[in-house]
């Protein structure tokens, strides 16, 4: 089975940088990009790019661009999510997610969608 | 970049209709994706590509899209359903784009 495990709580301290990992298994890495996407307290999601295992290619959203890098070890098939210069604002769940992705089956094309479980950031001093 | 709109609640009777819709001008050409999240919980793919369901979906659930809004309609409205609802889509650019809309709480009354 897929699976996309994204690693425990962080507490972290204003202007200090997080890094929160998501283990993948269960499939071939350069499948899928790896998504990454916020969930703020009283917000909706917010996409803040992907990291494409293939070959390393990484695309940031426009809002997260100056602070945002995604690295990964596909030695032990784990992807990171490094956020700089972190406030109070970015207090949020994050999660990993392949997305949507149009997959061969015996029935024609199926859709397939894998979320990690999210890990939730505090930030406060 | 553009922008998916979506209101900010929605309330419905048990056994009625909700009708959540989603707009930007991108839709017009672009497809858009519904997810349900339930607090702590992940999100959850009820569309893609406007109107299919993956498997596992119950078919009081469906989407639509008709120019610039795409609509989620969640007939037969049960307590479960409270939660809140997600659109999403993806801009056809070089870096490509994707997005998500502000979101949507169903109150189940």
């Known amino acids: 089975d897929v699976q996309l495990v994204q690693a425990g709580a962080e507490v972290k301290k204003p202007g200090t940088t997080v890094r929160l990992s998501c283990k993948l298994s269960g499939y071939n890495f350069i499948d899928y990009y790896i998504h990454w996407v916020q969930r703020a307290p009283g917000k909706g999601l917010v996409w803040m790019g992907f990291?494409?295992?293939?070959?390393?290619?990484?695309v940031y959203a426009e809002d997260f661009q100056a602070r945002v890098s995604f690295t990964a070890d596909m030695s032990s098939g784990t992807v990171y999510m490094d956020l700089a210069s972190l406030t109070s604002a970015d207090t949020a769940v994050y999660y990993c997610?392949?997305?949507?992705?149009?997959?061969?089956?015996?029935?024609?094309?199926?859709?397939?969608?894998?979320w990690g479980q999210g890990t939730l950031v505090t930030v406060s001093s | 970049s553009y922008k998916l709109t979506q209101p900010p609640s929605v309330s419905v009777a048990p056994g009625q209709t909700a009708r959540i819709p989603c707009s930007a001008d991108a839709l017009s050409n672009q497809y858009a994706y519904w997810y349900q999240q339930k607090p702590g919980q992940a999100p959850l793919l009820l569309i893609y590509k406007d109107t299919e369901r993956p498997s596992g979906i119950p078919e009081r659930i469906s989407g639509s899209s008709s120019g610039t809004i795409a609509t989620l309609t969640i007939s037969g409205v049960q307590a479960e359903d409270e939660a809140d609802y997600h659109c999403h889509s993806a801009e056809d650019s070089d870096p490509p784009n994707w997005m998500f809309g502000g979101g949507t709480r169903l109150a189940v009354l």
């Open positions: 990291f494409d295992p293939e070959d390393g290619k990484t």
């Open positions: 997610a392949t997305l949507v992705n149009l997959v061969s089956s015996p029935n024609g094309k199926v859709a397939v969608d894998y």
